[in-house]
């Protein structure tokens, strides 16, 4: 029977803290509700960016995967639930940023194409599209799907500072680190020859 017993009451403690409205403490120990960062409303979340961003710059030697993870989370939630605010596109861009150095290769793809789609006006729009491109050829190592991206990214910002970088993607696409240097190796040596003489 106590085994019964103490069996629902986990069940109960599991139940009640898998719910919307937890309670937790902060550091003063004063009682707080969680609320995620989806359901907040533009101050809060805010303020919660912040916070995450504090958080971690704090830590100096090494990312903290999970505090950016919270970021990239805090981030995106931001550019999908605000965003005609000030901020949405930079934040959206910085949550591709996060993804990326993440290796969440598939959420950087979207963050990016977000960026790129709904946001004409943005500075880094054009970053993003390269972005986008630099993270379907080195982390998903789809390189048809890369160089379609990095086409465009020519031909729609052809006198942008990154098409030299996107040139280069193409030439240079699905090469081994050994296969480059033993390129750039020739071309160097061929190049000494034709000074030389």
Partial sequence: MKKIAIYFLSISVLVLSACGGQESQDAEGNSTSYVPVDKMNIKNLEKEIEK?????????????????????EAYAAYGERFPNYENAADRM??????????????????????VYNEYV???????ALF??????ENQAMQYDEAKKIYEQF??????HEMVDDA???IKNMGKSPEEL??????QD?????????
């Fill in 52 to 72: 995450r961003e504090k958080a971690l710059n704090m830590d100096d030697k090494s990312m903290d995967k999970y505090k950016a993870r919270d970021l990239m």
């Fill in 93 to 114: 861009f910085k949550a591709g940023e996060l993804a990326m150095g993440l290796g969440h290769k598939v959420q950087a793809i979207k963050y990016f194409e977000k």
């Fill in 121 to 127: 006006d943005y500075e880094k729009r054009p970053y």
């Fill in 131 to 136: 972005m986008k491109g630099f993270v379907l």
């Fill in 154 to 159: 020519i031909t729609e910002f052809p006198t």
């Fill in 167 to 169: 040139e280069y993607s």
């Fill in 181 to 186: 240097i033993r390129e750039f190796e020739i």
């Fill in 189 to 197: 040596s061929i190049k000494r020859a034709k000074e030389a003489a």
